[in-house]
């Protein structure tokens, strides 16, 4: 007997990944840029993972998407937020599941700048 879920899959009357994310966004009243962002970073996940389904990914597979993001790319942290956010929203939907709420989809990911220590005062100068 064939895998279920691969038939599954490719079940015709199956709504695919990407309008399924589509209508869950528009059923959320978001607008069409954020539409569109989503769209635009759930297809590269999928992509830099060889087009395997977000079901089949986890954790680890999210942080080594994002960490080339900022290392060798330089992305800005608000690219690299909207990045996080679509694998994010993926699993708020149920299409996917990552095990342990670790640092990386815990909360935003990229880091804050370290601030710079306050000047000296005139009479420590």
């Known amino acids: 007997m064939p895998n279920q879920s691969r038939r599954l899959s490719n079940d015709p009357d199956r709504p695919r990944l990407l309008d399924r994310l589509r209508d869950a966004i528009r059923r959320r009243y ?19 993972h060889g087009k395997k ?26 690219s690299h937020n909207q990045a996080l956010s679509a694998p994010l929203f993926v699993q708020a ?26 000047p000296p005062s005139g009479a420590a100068v």
Do not use: M, N, Q
């Not at 978001?30 to 830099?48: L, M, N, P, S």
């Not at 640092?103 to 370290?114: K, N």
């Open 30 to 48: 978001d607008g069409r840029r954020r539409e569109e962002a989503c769209i635009h970073w759930t297809k590269r996940y999928v992509h830099f």
């Open 53 to 78: 389904h977000p079901s089949t990914l986890g954790e680890a597979e999210v942080t080594a998407f994002l960490s080339p993001l900022a290392t060798e790319r330089h992305v800005s942290a608000s």
């Open 93 to 118: 939907l149920g299409l996917a599941r990552y095990d342990g709420a670790g640092s990386v989809l815990s909360g935003r990911y990229s880091a804050t700048r370290e601030t710079l220590p306050a």
